[in-house]
DNA sequence: CTGTTAGCGCATTCAT
DNA sequence: ATGAATGCGCTAACAG
C-alpha cells in the first residue's frame, strides 16, 4: 500500500517516533537525523497520512460551511463565491481545508450539519446566513462547537460570535444618500424578509426618513420573493405618489427593477433614482451602472475565518464580533431632484 | 471525552464488534440485539467517528473539487453555484462529503490539490475546468486517483473520464440559428481561448460559416479577457462591414456587450442580433433578455458526481465520457433581416 | 449469530 | 536526542 512512518524509519534505521518528529520539526530531533529522515522520506515519496493524524489529535484542520438552501432563489447570488473566496484565502494560508454543505432544503442542510459535526469531520463551522427560525446554530451552540456567523444572529446575540456589516448603517446612510440628492418620496424594495439584513436595512430606511422628518408608511416597503413578480413593482407606482428614489436590497433584484421599470418607461435615474446593496460584476453591467453600498463581501468571508479560527484555538475566547464598514461607490444610477 | 463503541458495547453487554456490526446494518446481527444496541447508542449520544472508519476502510466518502482560481474573471460566472448544485445533490444522495479547492492562482490550488490527494483526505476529484498548460490533470493521472473532468480534456482525452457539452455542435448550432434568421456577416466574441469550451465554440461557429457557404475570416473572432475592454467591439465595427449578428461565449459577457453596443446607438435586435451561451439568471435579467444556448449546468454537475462515483466504487471500469445535450432557448435578442 | 484479536498510521508518554 | 510501548476509534479476519 502506501508508504508509511514505519517504512520511513526502517530504510532511515530510525524508529517511528523520530520520524514523526521529524514530521512535527520537533527541536529536539538534531538536525542530522532530520536530514537524513526528509532525504528517506523523498525518496520513497512518503506523504503523511492526515486522517491517522486527526485520529489522535483530534483536529481535523477542516472547517465546514453552511450555505443557504440551493432552492433560495439567492442561490444565485455572487454574494456566495466571493464570501467564499475570502474565507479560502485565509484558510490556505493556515493548511486548513474546507468542507461545504449544501442540500435543496433547510431539512437537508441541517442533517449534513448533524452528520459533519458529530461525525468530527470538523473543527468549527461558518454559517453563511442568519435566518429566522433556523436549527443550525442552537444546534451548534448545543454541540459546543465553534462556529461563526456571517450576518447578524436574530437570537442568542452574546453567545455567538459573528461577522457582519451595520446593515441598519448601511440602510440609513444609502436612504441618507437619496435624500440627501433632494428626493423626499423614496420607497423600500427588498427580498425574503425572513433574513435578518433584510430587516436591519428596512430599520436603517426608516431611521433615516425619520431623522428628517419625512413620512415613514409601510405601503411603501415592499417584499420580493420572486424576481419575475412585477406586482410590486406595479404597486409601488400605481399610487397617485409614485416614488423618486428606490433603496433596493440586493444588485440582481435592482437589476430586475430596472427591467420592469423600462418596460413601464420611467427611466433610471431621470425619473427614477436607485441605490443598492453588494457590489458585484453586476453592479456595472447593469444599464445604468449602479449605485451601490459596498458591503466588501471578500473581507466578510476573509474576517469570518479568522475569527473561527482563532476560536477553534481558544475555545474560551471573548466572543467578539467584527463589523466590516460599508462604503457607498456612487454610479449611475441616481440623480439630483429639484 | 466523546461516547466510544467500546462504551455502547460494555452498556449494552456485548462486543465492540457486536455494535460496529450494527452500524453497518450486517445482517448477521439479531434484530432483537440490533434494536439492543441502537437503544444503548441513543441513550448515550453515540455517534460514529467517521475518521476512524476512513482510517481502517481506506475510504474518506469524500471527493474534492477543483475549481479555476478566484482570480480568472470567470470565478463569478454563476456556472459554478449551479455545477456545485449539480454535483452535491447527487453526492448526498449517496452520503459523500464535498471538499473544495480553491486559491488565487493556478500554482496555490495545484498545491491544494496534491495535499488533498496525498493526504488522502478525498476518493476522487472532479476538475471543474478544461485548460491548456495546467498540471492538475496530470498529477490525477499520475496518481491514479479516479477523477471526473467537467469539459473536453486538452490531451489524455481516451484516458480521462469527462463530462461535457458538445462545445462544437453548440457553436454550429448557434450559429446556424442566426443563418436560418437571414444574417451572413457574423462575428464572433469569447473570453480566454485557453480554454478548450471557447475552441469548441469557434470551431462550431466556422463550421456553421462554411457549410452555408458563407466567408469564415479570422479577424471576425474576436476574444475579450477583460469585460471593461471595448477595445474588441470596437474593431469589429469599425470596419466598412459591419456584423448584423454576434455569437458570444457567455451569458455575462453578453451582457457587457450589450452595454456596450447601447452606447455606441446599436440597438439590439433591430440592428445587432445577438446568440450567446449558458443559461442564468442573467439570461433573463438581461435587456432585451437573452436567446441562449441552455448548457444544462445542474446536469453536467450531477452527471460528473454520478461518474466519479462509480469510477471510485470500481477503478478498472470502462472510461466512458458523457456529452450532456445543449438547447436553444429562443427569447428576444434575435431578428429575422431582409 | 457473536466474541476475540489484530491492526489502520500516527502522536505521545515514558524510558534511556 | 532517540527508541519502545501504548492507544486514538473503528473494522475485519478468524474463531466458535
Redesign the pocket.
Known amino acids: 500500500?502506501?508508504?508509511?512512518?514505519?517504512?520511513?524509519?526502517k530504510k532511515a534505521?530510525?524508529?517511528?517516533?523520530?520520524?514523526?518528529?521529524v514530521?512535527?520539526d520537533?527541536?529536539?530531533?538534531?538536525e542530522?537525523?532530520?536530514r537524513k529522515v526528509r532525504k528517506v522520506m523523498n525518496e520513497l515519496g512518503?506523504?503523511?497520512?492526515?486522517?491517522?493524524?486527526v485520529?489522535?489529535?483530534?483536529s481535523t484542520k477542516t472547517i465546514g460551511i453552511v450555505m443557504k438552501h440551493s432552492a433560495s432563489h439567492s442561490w444565485h447570488n455572487p454574494f456566495f463565491p466571493e464570501v467564499l473566496r475570502g474565507i479560502s484565502t485565509y484558510c490556505h494560508q493556515l493548511d486548513y481545508s474546507i468542507s461545504l454543505t449544501t442540500g435543496e432544503s433547510e431539512e437537508s442542510i441541517y442533517n449534513e450539519v448533524v452528520k459533519m459535526v458529530n461525525g468530527?469531520r470538523i473543527d468549527g463551522v461558518i454559517v453563511l446566513y442568519s435566518k429566522k427560525d433556523d436549527k443550525v446554530v442552537p444546534f451548534l451552540i448545543e454541540q459546543q462547537i465553534p462556529f461563526v456567523v456571517i450576518g447578524k444572529p436574530m437570537e442568542h446575540k452574546n453567545e455567538i460570535m459573528y461577522v457582519d456589516n451595520d446593515n441598519v448603517q448601511a440602510g440609513k446612510e444609502a436612504t441618507d444618500f437619496l435624500i440627501n440628492l433632494g428626493h423626499e418620496n423614496i420607497s423600500f424594495i427588498g427580498d425574503n424578509p425572513d433574513f435578518q439584513v433584510i430587516q436591519d436595512r428596512v430599520n436603517g430606511y426608516k431611521e433615516a426618513l425619520i431623522s428628517h422628518s419625512l413620512p415613514c408608511r409601510e405601503e411603501d416597503i415592499k417584499y420580493i420573493k420572486d424576481n419575475n413578480d412585477q406586482s410590486v413593482v406595479t404597486e409601488l407606482f400605481s399610487k397617485n405618489k409614485i416614488p423618486t428614489a428606490l433603496v433596493v436590497s440586493s444588485d440582481i433584484q435592482a437589476v430586475s427593477i430596472l427591467k420592469i421599470l423600462h418596460e413601464k418607461g420611467y427611466k433610471v435615474p431621470n425619473d427614477i433614482s436607485l441605490i443598492t446593496f453588494n457590489k458585484t460584476f453586476i453592479t456595472d453591467l447593469a444599464m445604468p451602472s449602479l449605485t451601490t453600498v459596498n458591503t466588501q463581501t471578500y473581507q466578510l468571508g476573509y474576517e469570518s475565518s479568522r475569527c473561527l479560527i482563532e476560536l477553534i484555538n481558544d475555545p474560551k475566547m471573548f466572543k467578539r464580533s467584527v463589523i466590516i464598514p460599508t462604503i457607498i461607490e456612487s454610479s449611475d444610477s441616481h440623480k439630483k431632484i429639484n
Chains 1, 2 share one sequence.
Open positions: 500500500m502506501s508508504v508509511t512512518i514505519k517504512d520511513v524509519a534505521s530510525v524508529s517511528p517516533s523520530t520520524v514523526s518528529r514530521l512535527a520537533s527541536d529536539k530531533i538534531s542530522k537525523t532530520k512518503y506523504h503523511i497520512n492526515y486522517n491517522a493524524r485520529l489522535v489529535q483530534k468530527k
